[in-house]
């Protein structure tokens, strides 16, 4: 049975940094694409990136040059660093997995329960 945990959404200040992280269990973690999404309430979900399982990452425009997705496979974990955070990055943020790359949610089998970010302004 395939598990994605994420952990670290919390309340933080316009301009601060957060880093959220997905524990994956039940899967070959090295052979799957792990993706980031996230969904405004009210919002549809909406892609952030994702990284290969060799470490290519893709980001949306959106979030490029202050959010870093890396994966430490030895530890079955992905993480998602956010620095610069805004107001609209607001959302509860997903983990997910697939063995294909995507940037649309559909295409991903296995997902998180979320995590919440709040940025204040």
């Known amino acids: 049975q395939v598990q994605l945990v994420e952990s670290g959404g919390r309340l933080v200040q316009a301009g601060g940094s957060l880093r959220l992280s997905c524990a994956a269990s039940?899967?070959?973690?090295?052979?799957?694409?792990m993706g980031w999404f996230r969904q405004a309430p009210g919002k549809e979900r909406q892609f952030v990136g994702y990284?290969?399982?060799?470490?290519?990452?893709y980001y949306a425009d959106s979030v490029k040059g202050r959010f870093t997705i890396s994966r430490d496979n030895a530890k079955n974990t992905v993480y998602l660093q956010m620095n610069s955070l805004k107001p609209e990055d607001t959302a509860v943020y997903y983990c997910?997995?697939?063995?294909?790359?995507?940037?649309?949610?559909?295409?991903?089998?296995?997902w998180g329960q979320g995590t919440q970010v709040t940025v204040s302004s």
């Open positions: 990284i290969s399982w060799g470490g290519y990452t």
């Open positions: 997910a997995a697939d063995r294909r790359a995507g940037n649309v949610h559909s295409e991903y089998a296995y």
């Open positions: 039940g899967l070959t973690f090295s052979s799957y694409f």
